[in-house]
T-cell receptor
Framework: ETGVTQTPRHLVMGMTNKKSLKCEQH?????MYWYKQSAKKPLELMFV???????ENNSVPSRFSPECPNSSHLFLHLHTLQPEDSALYLC??????????????FGPGTRLTVT | AQKITQTQPGMFVQEKEAVTLDCTYD???????LFWYKQPSSGEMIFLIY??????QNATEGRYSLNFQKARKSANLVISASQLGDSAMYFC??????????FGRGTSLIVHP
């Protein structure tokens, strides 16, 4: 596979469930990003990882827990979510942390529904 | 802090005609970039065009052009010769020195045959 892939593409979970979103990039990039796109708010950056180190947490609640075990994989662990967390979660990667926005490659997203 | 405003929730255009999607920005950064993305129903964000605040000329990429008016703080996207495949959500985004981009709420474009 090439580019940025995300699994699952769709996820429905209850508020007491624990689930994880997975992102994988096949581009040899060193930086990875999580974005949230909800119906009520514009697309917003959640986390940035550079060389497996978290360099940005954009005021995200602790019920979202990112993990970057290596430069190719990024996870978003979810627990005790709220219905307002229902959104499209997009992953992106770039060559390095300093890349500008158009140098980020986006995945297709995971559509999350919290019931 | 930056703010990106897209005032058109939805736009309709006839195939082969041109369409302009509006974007205004507000920023305190002396240097910034403005971006347009296309998001089809499949979900991925596709980069279309970029304009830097110090660029003297308006950016163009194929059928896409950016009408950048610094005094009006606007960065409108012009799509010429619309195609059915242009039907999608379009997002304007800004990026200053903080490395945290700001996106607008998007405009849904529907191209009619």
């Amino acid at each position: 596979e090439t580019g940025v892939t995300q699994t699952p593409r769709h996820l429905v979970m209850g508020m007491t469930n624990k689930k994880s979103l997975k992102c994988e990039q096949h581009l040899g990039h060193n930086a990875m990003y999580w974005y949230k796109q909800s119906a009520k708010k514009p697309l917003e950056l959640m986390f940035v990882y550079s060389l497996e180190e978290r360099v940005e947490n954009n005021s995200v609640p602790s019920r979202f827990s990112p993990e970057c075990p290596n430069s190719s994989h990024l996870f978003l662990h979810l627990h005790t979510l709220q219905p307002e967390d229902s959104a499209l979660y997009l992953c992106a990667s770039s060559q390095d942390r300093g890349a500008t926005l158009y140098e980020q490659y986006f995945g297709p997203g995971t559509r999350l529904t919290v019931t | 802090a930056q703010k990106i405003t897209q005032t058109q929730p939805g736009m309709f255009v006839q195939e082969k005609e041109a369409v302009t999607l509006d974007c205004t920005y507000d920023t305190s950064d002396p240097s910034y970039g403005l971006f347009w993305y296309k998001q089809p129903s499949s979900g991925e964000m596709i980069f279309l065009i970029y304009q830097g605040s110090y660029d003297q000329q308006n950016a163009t990429e194929g059928r896409y052009s950016l009408n950048f008016q610094k005094a009006r703080k606007s960065a409108n996207l012009v799509i010429s010769a619309s195609q059915l495949g242009d039907s999608a959500m379009y997002f304007c985004a800004g990026l200053g020195g903080s490395y945290i981009p700001t996106f607008g709420r998007g405009t849904s474009l529907i191209v009619h045959p």
